[in-house]
């Protein structure tokens, strides 16, 4: 059996490419066969790694059934397909793009139902009037089930979506909707409003990996090699090199600025006549706070730079995924 390592990338559209740039940004550039005609391809920068090109929600499936190790996909896809996601997957990284809610959404004349308890009310008193349950049209039946019954509501009959689910009340097939949203326009256009308590997902695009597929040697060092180079680049997103010359107390200044600022030392190196070259890695959120305590302990000036890559000795990702799958 091939023990090449197989990556799900959706097919067309914004994912594709949103998908395509973030890899590239790492240092891993999807290359299509076929001058971009073919639905496979590979990734430049690491050995042993094919590219498939699906849609997201197949990606979801495969990775379900262990056929591919890591997908692009939504994550209302995974939790609304799979049975039991949290032993069929693993969700290494949200990646920033392919941004929707997944939204109880009801008519904008109920002016009296703005919460999840208001629909319960509903619900019920619909079912008295009218001899039938309240209809809910939707394309989430799982994601739907789930969340009404963490409210208690039961008196409601899901209406299966196969078009537009934002026109179901306007045409009389349904009275309320659970649907996708990014901005809400689509629902206000449609006239309809999301309940206050009716955010079922907040969901992204992530980058997930089959807990299923069959982890073999060269896959694994496959996936070490790509979260390595992923893991790295995100680090040099949220952080900076900081240097700085001064008579420091290194032990008390490394210290505090690894305790309160989460900095990683570097070097610090004593030199002649009581002065210390200090260089650390720190997050970017607290460089101006750093920069305050090295010159309130003698430097002249401090130093920021930006690197391409940050590699730490220990991959985060990797670990996680590794301790999920198995040594």
Not at 7 to 16: M, V
Not at 103 to 120: G, K, N
Not at 246 to 273: H, I, M, Q
């Amino acid at each position: 059996m091939s023990d090449t390592l197989i990556l799900g990338i959706p097919s067309k559209g914004r994912l594709q490419e949103n998908a395509n740039t973030f890899f590239a940004r790492a240092g891993l550039s999807v290359k299509q066969a076929g001058g971009g005609r073919e639905y496979a391809g590979r990734l430049a920068g690491v050995d042993n790694v094919s590219v498939a090109f699906l849609s997201a929600s197949e990606i979801a499936g495969r990775l379900e059934d262990g056929t591919i190790h890591f997908g692009v996909t939504g994550e209302d896809l995974i939790r609304e397909q799979l049975a039991d996601p949290g032993s069929a997957v693993e969700f290494v990284l949200p990646l920033g793009f392919g941004y929707a809610d997944v939204v109880v959404a009801v008519p904008q004349s109920w002016i009296d139902v703005s919460t999840m308890a208001d629909l319960d009310d509903v619900a019920l008193a619909f079912h008295r009037r009218h001899g039938r349950r309240l209809r809910i049209a939707t394309k989430y039946l799982n994601l739907t089930r789930g969340f009404f019954a963490g409210h208690g509501i039961a008196d409601y009959r899901i209406v299966e979506s196969a078009g537009a689910t934002e026109g179901a009340p306007a045409a009389g097939t349904a009275e309320a909707i659970v649907d996708i949203t990014t901005t809400g326009s689509t629902l206000a256009a449609n006239n309809l409003k999301v309940l206050d308590d009716g955010v079922i997902l907040k969901s992204q695009a992530n980058l997930v990996a089959s807990l299923r597929a069959p982890w073999g040697t060269q896959a694994r060092a496959a996936a070490s090699a790509m979260l390595d180079m992923i893991d790295a680049k995100r680090r040099s997103d949220s952080h900076a090199v900081v240097s700085a010359r001064a008579a420091f107390d290194l032990p008390a200044v490394t210290d505090e600025l690894e305790r309160t600022f989460g900095c990683v030392v570097e070097s610090a190196v004593s030199l002649a006549g009581g002065l210390a070259d200090l260089r650390l890695v720190c997050p970017r959120a607290h460089l101006r706070a750093v920069a305050d305590r090295l010159r309130a302990g003698g430097a002249e000036a401090v130093t920021v730079s930006g690197a391409e890559y940050i590699f730490r000795a220990r991959n985060e990702l990797y670990a996680r995924l590794e301790g999920r799958i198995g040594r």
